[in-house]
């Protein structure tokens, strides 16, 4: 055996089964996915067959009905306006302060901490006591209400990432600046901000997903003008239950957006996903 | 005109905290205290808009002798230390066995992975639903082919509360293995190289070498992830709405039912400030592990 055909065979079992491995935690981390896809376009007649269907006419029926039978296209719109508002008011005012906590010397650390605090509050806290000073401001059931409270609810969230950001920015770049007679304020407006911008991109999105998939807020303060996508598609679970074809087409219809952005912005999503956990 | 330009650059940094901080205040802090006031009321739907009755911490103790809330707060606890539990378990050995064998794959492993982390946890809920399905899911096909029969995945307690830990377990996995990835990626070699020249063996090199280097990011996946789970409500709500019965009626959906069913808002107020200070406690844990880690790095 030449020593080529000895290496092979000796690596070969482990070879096999490291691949088995990463092949049935690929399956494990896709196959619901997979499954919800497969669902979707199926006829409903193959949906309940028994054993399940791997090859069957596809149909798109089911996307045509979510958007025409059921009123998904409202709830896109609705989500899609608070996600997006309320990620300009964040970036907005969130990329100030943030810059402000990076560049502190000393302050920076408390503060980055009370941010990482209100980062962490729960949700059920504040849902109620919202409740009733929206209906007191009269902001129930409205746009302006929800990008009010996901703004003020998820600035911390966009805060806390933007830190990460500036911090990686050497603080000499602004200090240059200020020699050659530039205001603070140009400094960070025309040194600091343009190479942040990779940062900015990647925290938008990240809040966009945030607000895209938040759940309980819309639920309490939202009822028949406004109805954001997970709402929607819950009460669909609710009250239709058996349109599975439906059901999971408007699943899919959910998930392919954030699917989109997140490819987007892979290189900084792995920091924006577990962000706080990792300095 | 100049002596404004040099308060303005005097106070630059701090200026610019100004607007998030008014945002803070009101969006945030005044609701907060606005709910701990609200918990010291006798406060319901029908009387919170005129002055309802101050009743002292009578709330807290009606909450805490009610057997429901003991119930809730057992779930709660039992589903965040059980998933928090098999999430650092299943994170941990994916991000070893990742990280020692898997050098040419990551480009496509790392995304596949990352998928089910970016969902939307009302969607994740609907489709293990429908895999659920007691008739027609995928996952009795399964058992009942291998012989095991079918199940009434959310229809008996056990089962249900299995079923919401496996759905929050396949969805959070990937965060804990990023985590401790990042962790083992920061190790030094050297004392690897010196284990082996000194003629150590993988178990020996994982149990005194591997898991002491990464205590702090075990620890803090850990603890960030109890914090999560312990805040969950969309996905258990759409799964099983807290039944059967009350057998997956976590704290949060206890506080919803009293808070927007029963509408008792001055004893959902009590609970949320009980939420808040498991929360907060927890955070503090936060804290102490990661000073002592940058107190660590430091030396």
Redesign the interface.
Known sequence: MSPMMRMITRKFPRTISKFALVLCIVFISLFPIAWTFLTSVKEPVDQFAKPPLLIFKATTENYHAVFTKQPFLKYFFDSTIIGVASTVVIIGFGSLAAYSISRYRRKGKALAKSILILRILPPMAIVLPMFILFKQLGLLDSHLGMILLYSAFNLPFGIWLLIGFFQDLPRELEEAALVDGCSKFQAMWRIIFPLAKPGLAATSILCLIQCWNEYLFALVLCSFNVKTLPIGVAQFVQEHEILWGQLTAAGICIMLPIFIFGMFIQKHLVRGLTTGAIK | MKAK?KF??RH???L??V??AC??L???VF??L??LG?SLTNATLLN??DDPGFIGIENFFTVIGDSQFANAFMKSVTFSLLSTGLEVIFGFM?AL?VYS??MN?RFF???????????????????????LDY??G?LN?ITE?LGLGAHAWLGTNVLAFASIVAADV?QQV??VF??IL?GLESMPMQPFEAARVDGANSWQTLRYLTIPFLRGPIF??FL?RL?DS??I??KV??LTGGGPGAATETL?LY??RI??QTFD?GK??AI??I??FV??AL?WF??RV?DSENAVEAD
């Open positions: 330009t303005f650059d630059f940094l701090a610019l905290l607007p998030t945002i803070i009101l969006g945030i609701p907060l606005y709910s609200l919170f808009l994916l066995f064998s898997i794959g492993l790392i995304p596949c992975l990352l998928a089910p982390l970016m969902l939307t946890p009302a969607v994740v809920a609907l489709m293990w639903k429908v895999m008739q027609f995928v096909y082919s396949w990937p965060f990023l985590i990042a803090v996946a960030f914090i312990f805040k409500f969309d709500s759409v949060n506080m919803f808070g927007f808002f959902a107020a949320g400030q939420i808040i929360i907060m955070t936060v804290f990661m």
